[in-house]
């Protein structure tokens, strides 16, 4: 049987995940798809007053959690992780007469310190929603998580 507290992590790494992660690229991939930041902040914020809703927070804990989403938002799309332009800087190297491995070295090196700092915005934005929650609520993750094992809704 699962760790109460891996599944809890679990669980809150795939709300935030769903919030925050996919839609760190408010200025690019989000808007690319027609998409602009403040329709992926209402919804974001839809999605958090649901799960707080569902561990029964309360009104104050809704509040914490709807601030920390929108500014981890904010932080994530300050990052400017842009996938258009590194896909085109990527089919430009690849493309070009001579191969610059170094150049495309260079570029991994670049986007993998981007999506280690991203990575480190959402994991302190977890666990600071994991505070935000009492013990109690913390111990429903688990149930939540597999119920809702093929998606949130």
């Known amino acids: ?13 795939a709300i935030l995940g769903v919030l925050i992660a996919t839609s760190a690229d408010a200025r690019g991939w989000f808007r690319h798809r027609g998409h602009d930041p403040e329709a992926m902040l209402e919804h974001s914020q839809y999605a958090v007053g649901r799960f707080m809703s569902k561990v029964d927070a309360t009104d104050e804990q809704k509040a914490e959690a709807r601030v920390l989403v929108e ?8 990052l400017g992780l842009d996938r258009q332009s590194m896909r085109t800087q990527v089919v430009g190297l690849l493309s070009a007469e001579t191969i610059d491995r170094e150049a495309v070295e260079d570029l991994r090196v670049e986007k993998l310190a981007e999506a280690d700092q991203a990575s480190r915005i959402l994991t302190d934005a977890i666990v600071e929603l994991a505070e935000i929650l009492t013990p109690e609520q913390r111990a429903q993750l688990p149930g939540m998580a597999e119920s809702h094992r093929h998606g949130w809704h």
């Open 1 to 13: 049987m699962l760790d109460w507290r891996i599944a809890a992590g679990a669980a809150l790494a």
């Open 71 to 78: 500014d981890t938002l904010i932080v994530l799309g300050a």
